[in-house]
Nanobody, 117 residues
Framework: VQLQASGGGLVQAGGSLRLSCAAS????????MNWYRQAPGKQRELVTS???????NYADSVKGRFTVSGDYARKRMYLQMNDLKPEDTAVYHC????????????WGQGTQVTVSS
C-alpha cells in the first residue's frame, strides 16, 4: 500500500485547508486510516482516524474544527480543517493500519501546513 498526501499550504489563522490522502495497491486489509502531524521539536501526534466502518475520532485539540472522511471504495481519505490556528502548523502525514493480527502499518510522505497569525 502506498499513500500520497496533498493539499497542504500556507494559510492565515481562521482560514481553512483540505488535505487529501490517496492510497494505491490493495487496501482490503486496511481497517483504519489516520492523520498524524508533527510540529518542529514535538512528538508526532494522532489527529484523527476513520475506520473502514465509518467510525471517527479526533484529538481534543481539533474537535469541532476538523472533519475527517474516508472513501474506502475510492481509496481516499480527506481532512477538512477549519478555523486553523498557528498551533496547527505541522507536517501532516496519512497513515493506514491493518488489524492488530496482521500488524501492518503504512505511511505516506507528509504535507506541510503552516498557519500564520
Amino acid at each position: 500500500v502506498q499513500l500520497q498526501a496533498s493539499g497542504g499550504g500556507l494559510v492565515q489563522a481562521g482560514g481553512s485547508l483540505r488535505l487529501s490522502c490517496a492510497a494505491s495497491g490493495s487496501i482490503s486489509s486496511i481497517t483504519a486510516m489516520n492523520w498524524y502531524r508533527q510540529a518542529p521539536g514535538k512528538q508526532r501526534e494522532l489527529v484523527t482516524s476513520v475506520t473502514s466502518g465509518g467510525r471517527t475520532n479526533y484529538a481534543d485539540s481539533v474537535k469541532g474544527r476538523f472533519t475527517v472522511s474516508g472513501d474506502y471504495a475510492r481509496k481516499r481519505m480527506y481532512l477538512q480543517m477549519n478555523d486553523l490556528k498557528p498551533e496547527d502548523t505541522a507536517v501532516y502525514h496519512c497513515n493506514a493500519k491493518t488489524s492488530p493480527f496482521l500488524g501492518a502499518d503504512y505511511w505516506g510522505q507528509g504535507t506541510q501546513v503552516t498557519v500564520s497569525s
